[in-house]
């Protein structure tokens, strides 16, 4: 991929029409936890995007499960449902703990425990429930989202913003710096062990990430490298932090992206955040906006990447809730109506894609082989898929070419194959420092 982020098309090959839903902060214990807090936090916030953002609570598997038939009812040109990648974040704050101590050290509570307040069911069994659907792609967000350093020091100044929330178990995220991961650098320790917990928790690797606030720092790149990861989403929104927006910074960041250039990068179109509003309240309901342009980006370059937070659909407030989901079937069937042809992706298919031509994704029970040039290609089949049956790969057409290392030849088209896929059973809850 380029710099910019336009990918060029490979010579010859047709790709359809590509949407890729993507959806950051799930898993994410803020903003608020129940209903009393958001009471009191919504009285300390003045804009209306911060309250707005009041409250917004983790996902509870129900929510979930709305957002699951409603993308399963959205199938796109190949028969396949519309997929979200859900960006999720592991580690919530161990509020106990951190008290216990004085506030002098950080500890955390991952996934799938949750600080008391925060509990809501087992949000990973559900996550695999979406998985299995093919309407569900978790992907990595970061292991806190917050700053921890940042949340430690408030926290020891006597910030008395800070100590209201931390009280009712919130992330201090009226503050901006304390709301980005990275901006006060990179915690290689907290990297690694995210992706590790991610693979542990949902059986198979991170391949694509966001960090949070669209915060970079030197160091990011080759560790997410390192730990699998290979699309960077939103690749012209990401930067420096902007205290450090100086040439050196800028150079840095460059020269390790440049060093680290297997890391496909796809830039973000399109917002998609009707944030509770009512489609039919209103001459200019959001979708509409997005679905322009979505169609634009289509036009210009063959796909469009949505950016649609968790906020919309994960909410204290039921009609809000209601209002997005609302939203977004219309924009999903105005995308059917409007783009003929448009197939929905994983940023990993789009990524092989428009490197070769050719694909091979886990799409719930389905393992889909897609070639968009004019001959056979050849795809390496990820280790983590069902093991390969050479009879029903034959009978489509394909050829497996080396067993053990999954590489598979491909005749052009789109080929859907039945495969089940082993998830891991749910992990005892672990706390780490
Ligand atoms: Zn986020």
Not at 352 to 371: D, K
Request: glycine share 8%; proline share 9%.
């Amino acid at each position: 991929m380029q710099r910019d982020g336009h990918p060029p098309a490979p010579t010859g090959a047709q790709l359809p029409p590509a949407i890729l839903l993507q959806s950051d902060d799930w898993g994410l214990c803020a903003w608020s936890p129940d209903e009393e807090a958001w009471r009191e936090n919504r009285q300390l916030v003045s804009s209306p995007t911060a309250a707005d953002y009041c409250g917004s609570t983790l996902e509870s598997p129900e929510e979930m499960r709305r957002l699951f038939a409603l993308l399963a009812a959205h199938p796109g040109a190949d028969g396949l449902p519309a997929v979200m990648q859900a960006n999720y974040v592991l580690c919530a704050p161990d509020y106990e703990r951190i008290r216990a101590e004085n506030f002098r050290a950080w500890h955390g509570i991952e996934l799938p425990a949750v600080p008391p307040r925060w509990a809501r069911g087992d949000l990973i069994a559900a996550a695999h429930e979406g998985y299995r659907a093919g309407v569900w792609q978790p992907e990595y967000h970061g292991y806190t989202h917050g700053n921890t350093h940042r949340l430690l020091t408030l926290l020891q100044q006597r910030d008395p913003l800070a100590h209201h929330l931390f009280e009712r178990e919130c992330w201090p995220l009226h503050d901006e710096v304390c709301g980005a991961e990275y901006w006060q650098g990179v915690e290689p320790r907290h990297l690694a062990r995210g992706l590790q917990l991610f693979e542990r928790l949902f059986g198979f690797p991170a391949r694509s990430f966001v960090p949070s606030c669209y915060i970079t720092s030197p160091g990011l790149a080759g560790g997410l490298r390192r730990g699998g990861v290979r699309v960077l989403q939103a690749a012209n929104r990401n930067g420096p932090p902007p205290d450090r927006r100086t040439a050196l910074h800028t150079l840095r960041l460059r020269a390790e992206h440049a060093w680290h250039r297997r890391l496909a990068r796809i830039p973000r179109d399109a917002d998609f955040e009707p944030r509770g509003q009512s489609p039919h309240g209103t001459e200019t309901p959001v979708w509409q906006a997005t679905l322009a342009r979505v169609e634009a980006a289509v036009a210009r370059r063959g796909a469009a990447a949505i950016s649609t937070h968790r906020l919309n659909y994960a909410h204290l407030d039921p009609t809000w809730v209601e209002a997005s989901l609302a939203q977004l079937a219309l924009l999903l069937k105005g995308i059917a109506d409007r783009i003929p042809g448009a197939v929905y992706l994983t940023d990993w298919e789009y990524a092989q894609l428009v490197v070769t031509g050719a694909s091979v994704e886990q799409r719930g029970p389905s393992l889909v082989f897609r070639n968009y040039t004019r001959q056979p290609c050849l795809v390496c089949v990820p280790p983590t898929s069902a093991p390969l049956e050479s009879a029903a790969l034959t009978d489509r057409g394909l050829t497996v070419v080396d067993a053990r290392r999954g590489v598979v030849r491909v005749p052009p088209g789109c080929h859907q194959l039945a495969s089940a896929v082993e998830l891991p059973s749910r992990q005892a809850g672990t706390t780490a420092s």
